[in-house]
């Protein structure tokens, strides 16, 4: 069984910083790509960036910029970094992941955290 526990959410000013983690525990041989999702009040789930074991990224347009996702392999951690806040990146914010254990791949999401960006 493997889990993503995230944290760093909260509420920040419109132009502010927020730094959410996700750390993945559990029985994992490799976590092959790590990313965040978002999720408005009324909006479907989009990915707003993820990063493969490598270190290869991809962004949706709109944070293009103002986010950086990393990863940290040693501790199975992955970091989104996220500056110039508006709010519209006003949602819940989940951790995905693709792990392999032992031969198995299981596509795992972590339980959210509530990112909100006051105008």
């Known amino acids: 069984q493997v889990q993503l526990v995230e944290s760093g959410g909260g509420l920040v000013q419109a132009g502010g910083s927020l730094r959410l983690s996700c750390a993945a525990s559990g029985s994992i041989s490799v976590i092959s790509i790590m990313g965040w999702y978002r999720q408005a009040p009324g909006k479907q789930r989009e990915l707003v960036a993820a990063i493969t074991m490598g270190g290869s990224t991809n962004y949706l347009d709109s944070v293009k910029g103002r986010f950086t996702i990393s990863r940290d392999n040693a501790k199975n951690t992955v970091y989104l970094q996220m500056n110039s806040l508006k709010p519209e990146d006003t949602a819940d914010y989940y951790c995905?992941?693709?792990?392999?254990?032992?031969?198995?791949?299981?596509?795992?999401w972590g339980q959210g955290t509530l990112v909100t960006v006051s105008s």
């Open positions: 995905n992941a693709g792990v392999y254990s032992g031969l198995r791949r299981l596509e795992v």
